[in-house]
């Protein structure tokens, strides 16, 4: 079955710096992978939309990459600020539909 | 959280009673999603719907039942609530929008439901 993947330790970086977040599936080629931030008491956002034949996306400080051979994609946010401290998920899509297969998610902490 | 509300925000049941939480959207999205989120299994797609009257199950839905019969409104049943359908329950919607594939999900504020 298909299996996501995400680094449940939670990552802990000083403002200022890049936070590079890891994806990695399993037992299926998705047509598309998508990132979301999640803050506490709160339902996800969607951040970026990366598809499979796209190796890079970006959106201001935000950046995506998806390595379909790796079978993993890398989330970075550039200089990095306190507020950017959430979980951010990554989700898959089932069979190419509008149905997603969600990561549990790693938590960022930014220190001032 | 704009355009999609849920109800109630906050449900204490018993177990053995039947629950029914509402979702309702104002952006006339074609897709409607109900998930389960708890800790350490991510969020988990209960149903779905993909137009009026069109629903069909996700990964975890048994002991749940949905209705749509209206484009704006989910609704999600709890037949006879159970301690391990103590959970966040979310919401979501999607639509093609002005680009195709456009996959992305919007989701609402959430429902937390403790069954005792």
């Known amino acids: 079955s298909q299996k996501i993947e995400q680094n449940s330790e939670a990552l802990n970086i000083q403002e200022g710096k890049t936070a590079t977040l890891t994806c990695n599936y399993t037992n299926y080629s998705p047509a598309y992978l998508q990132w979301y931030r999640q803050d506490p008491g709160r339902g996800p956002v969607f951040l970026l939309l990366i598809r499979e034949n796209e190796k890079e996306k970006r959106k201001e400080r935000l950046k995506v990459t998806f390595d379909t051979t790796l079978k993993q994609s890398l989330f970075h946010i550039t200089a990095s600020q306190p507020a950017d401290s959430a979980t951010y998920l990554c989700a898959l899509d089932m069979d190419s539909s509008y149905k997603l297969i969600f990561g549990s998610g790693t938590r960022l902490l930014v220190r001032p | 959280d704009a355009g999609i509300t849920q109800s109630p925000r906050h449900k204490v049941t018993e177990t053995g009673t039947p629950v029914t939480l509402r979702c309702h959207q104002t952006e006339n999205h074609r897709y409607m999603y109900w998930y389960r989120q708890d800790p350490g299994h991510g969020l988990r797609l209960i149903h779905y719907?993909?137009?009026?009257?069109?629903?069909d199950k996700g990964e975890v839905s048994d002991g749940y039942s949905v209705s749509r019969s209206k484009t704006e409104d989910f609704l999600l049943t709890l037949e006879s609530a159970t301690s391990s359908q103590t959970s966040v329950y979310f919401c979501?919607?999607?639509?093609?929008?002005?680009?195709?594939?456009?996959?992305?999900?919007?989701f609402g504020p959430g429902t937390r439901l403790t069954v005792t």
């Open positions: 979501a919607i999607s639509d093609q929008g002005r680009q195709a594939y456009s996959y992305e999900q919007y």
């Open positions: 719907s993909y137009g009026v009257k069109d629903t």
